[in-house]
């Protein structure tokens, strides 16, 4: 009654899977969609035409960095709680940056302090 167990090979399979679907949908980092954000509207580009995006890449969110099939869908989205919570994330102090991050890690410029006597 013993052996190996027959789903064994699967649940590698099932993990990788799922590790490759999750790197499908990854998102702008906040700080990226922020820079976006804080743009005039005459330096955004208008939105190229591209095959593989849903509705070839012409409905898009910029907060939640989302493209959608066709209008409908995008208004919809624009009512939900999720977008909502993000445009008002966006719109108050400035996330945190790469620059940010190595600074607090003292990866940064050292800070020797004033200087105090100039020879």
Not at 86 to 108: I, S
């Amino acid at each position: 009654m013993g052996g190996k167990c027959p789903h064994r090979s699967v649940k590698k399979r099932r993990y990788s899977h799922k590790t490759a679907r999750r790197t499908k949908f990854e998102l702008k980092g906040d700080d990226l969609v922020y820079a976006q954000l804080i743009k005039p509207d005459d330096e955004r580009v208008p939105l190229p035409l591209d095959e593989d995006l849903p509705g070839m890449g012409q409905y898009y969110c910029l907060h939640c960095d989302r493209y959608f099939p066709n209008v409908t869908v995008r208004d919809e989205h624009f009512k939900t709680k999720r977008h909502k919570k993000r445009v008002k994330q966006m719109m108050g102090p400035a996330p945190h940056t790469q620059l940010d991050a190595e600074l607090a890690a003292g990866m940064g410029m050292p800070d020797n302090g004033p200087k105090l006597m100039s020879m």
